[in-house]
């Protein structure tokens, strides 16, 4: 990477993902990435590369028009391996999309042409920091996500710093579970005694805490977005009866394309809005989530930026555009990216 990732959790220098590469009969091929975050889930490339390699035979010799049936089996065969799903699933509907002659976009709805996403500031120093916004600034980017849990004081002038760095700038905030409920309504309160208003809180509150995540929302006067929380379908009704956030962050690496679609479905029909978000991951997965996001339409929030976290790009497609765009407007089938060495 071009400098470490750090969040509350742990920290990444280097990226250790799968890529996964699907054939159909008709010489249509699909691509593929699992990008496990130890620091996030536990998940390992080990871990991922097993599970994609056991599962294969889910896949192998089977229609591929019939890929939500598919998806299904790869779920019951990898129940708790996010990331091998996501590599797997994304491949298939690649190959078959391609097949199709038709964008990924499409399959999923087809509702926009481009999404647009922000970049994030790391838990660096706030000098560090100022200087990350004002690069994101001049890349046209007018949405920073900041990341906080560190310490009171240091995530106070990391926010300040980004946020004297460029007029105009739209700020959120993302704890990774740093905080518990009380010290983020702190950190709240002091920010917005510097004129500071984030307009979304991410994971304010361990993934479990759900009257905590409750309290930031109802006390803190800002959105509040689950990201630990919001795992499975299992997860996500619960934080609908517990009414505990705004805002679901969905990834496809936390549950695979398919138990995405549906969260995003029973996110939507509570009432709460959509964030498309990810691990680290190289635009392959990242425009694959572009696509996703797009074709469902309707994603207020999206963080999609980690390519600009890679030294050398191993992808060859649809890049991350000024502004912090994606325009998917020109990928005539599949996701538009593949591997440059292959």
């Known amino acids: 990477m071009n400098e470490p990732f750090v969040i509350a959790s742990g920290e990444a220098a280097e990226v250790r993902n799968i890529i996964v590469r699907v054939r159909l009969a008709s010489g249509a091929a699909g691509w593929g990435e699992g990008a496990p975050l130890p620091a996030y889930n536990g998940e390992t490339q080990a871990r991922t590369l097993r599970g994609a390699h056991a599962a294969r035979e889910v896949l192998l010799g089977r229609d591929a028009a019939a890929w939500r049936g598919l998806l299904e089996e790869l779920e019951a065969r990898l129940p708790r391996c996010g990331a091998a799903r996501a590599a797997l699933g994304m491949a298939l509907l690649d190959a078959w999309t391609r097949h199709a002659g038709i964008p990924l976009r499409a399959l999923f709805g087809g509702a926009e042409a481009e999404v647009r996403t922000d970049i994030t500031v790391s838990l660096v120093p706030p000098g560090e920091a100022r200087l990350a916004a004002r690069r994101i600034a001049a890349r046209g980017v007018r949405t920073v996500k900041i990341k906080v849990g560190q310490g009171l004081d240091p995530d106070e002038a990391r926010v300040r710093a980004v946020a004297g760095a460029a007029r105009g700038l739209r700020l959120m905030l993302d704890a990774n579970q740093g905080y ?50 919001a795992g499975s379908r299992e997860a996500v009704l619960r934080l609908v009866r517990e009414r505990a956030v705004q805002v679901v962050n969905i990834k496809l690496m936390k549950s695979g394309l398919l138990e995405a679609w549906d969260i995003a479905a029973l996110a939507r029909s509570a009432g709460l809005g959509l964030m498309i978000g990810g691990n680290i991951e190289s635009s392959l997965a990242m425009t694959a989530a572009a696509h996703f996001a797009a074709g469902l339409g309707g994603f207020a929030f999206v963080d999609l930026d980690t390519p600009l976290w890679f030294r050398r790009d191993p992808m060859t497609g649809v890049r991350l555009g000024p502004g912090g765009v994606y325009d998917l407007s020109g990928v005539r089938a599949g996701i538009g990216v593949r591997p440059k060495s292959f």
């Open 180 to 229: 518990g409920p009380e010290d983020s309504l702190r950190l709240l309160r002091r920010l917005r005694r510097a004129g500071i208003v984030p307009v979304l809180f991410e994971q304010p509150a361990a993934a479990d805490d759900y009257a905590g995540l409750r309290a930031v929302a109802s006390r803190g006067g800002v959105p509040v977005a689950a990201d630990e929380s």
